[in-house]
């Protein structure tokens, strides 16, 4: 190149010396503009070159079985050549294998992605029937625990029912005014102005609230107004579950009857009558005598 310049140099120089015509100088700027266009194709030639020493080194890189290249000339630059175009065409290949593998996977994944779509969808429909069911079990718990909250105050009245007892003391006349005790039975007799066999018994339909009522399972003593008065029991519960003894049916000297099986004792009726016998002038009398009996024996 440097050569070629001073050629051209000395070649202007002689045209100037001699003298120039038109021929001579058209052919002087051909001239230049050959030189130009090969300086630049040689700039081409130089940035190909360098490009194609960067893909030789990078495709040095790339690690080919030996029985993937092919290389049939026996130039050295010519199986230089087969080489490297054997690897461009290795590289191609992989990059469309890595492609292919690439489209492979996004529609894996799309179907993935519609199969999880499939999937949250059915979850969500399961979670929510479960969620509605469960609503429904709570709804029906608590109708169930209302239920039972019920029954519970029902049974507890009913056990506080059934373990109510009813007792009342008083002389004949006081419980037959009162409509508790009945006679039953009984006739005239010729010339006798009084019904005889007669009975006394419970009536068929008592009042409670003319009794003391009381919780069985608690009170197993009953009261009696008056120690030495006589007591005799006309309702229906078994005497066989009271403490005290009896004497022809009746009781004396005892301020209080003893229930031994609350149970057992109230089983037949839960109105208990006790008559005090005597009238009611001579249990009043009994009674202001044993009244005078204990202040004397205070004194």
Known sequence: M???KLTLAALVFVVAACGTSAETERKLADLEQVNAQKDSLMQEVAISSRLITDVNVELAKVKVRNNRLRISSESPITAQNDTLIAKLRYVVARVQETENALNQSR????????????????YDSTVGNLQSVIASQKTTI????????????????LRDSLSTGYYI?????????????????????????????????PARNLDPSLFTAIDTRQVTQIPLPVARGEYRVASLQDLDYIAEERDDGKYRGTP???????????????????IKEGSSSQVANRESQTNSESQVTSR
């Open 107 to 122: 529609e894996r994944v799309k179907g993935l992605t519609q199969l999880s779509d499939s999937l949250r969808a059915a």
């Open 169 to 201: 003391v008083g002389t004949r006349d006081e419980l037959k005014k009162k409509g508790i005790l009945t006679e039953q039975g009984g006739g005239r007799v010729l010339f006798v102005l009084w019904r005889t066999g007669k009975t006394l018994q």
């Open 256 to 274: 209080t009857l003893t229930i031994t099986s609350p149970v057992d004792f109230w089983r037949n009726s839960k109105f208990l009558i006790i």
């Open 2 to 4: 440097t050569k070629l």
């Open 142 to 157: 608590d109708l169930l625990t209302d239920q039972v909250s019920t029954l519970t105050a029902e049974n507890v009245a």
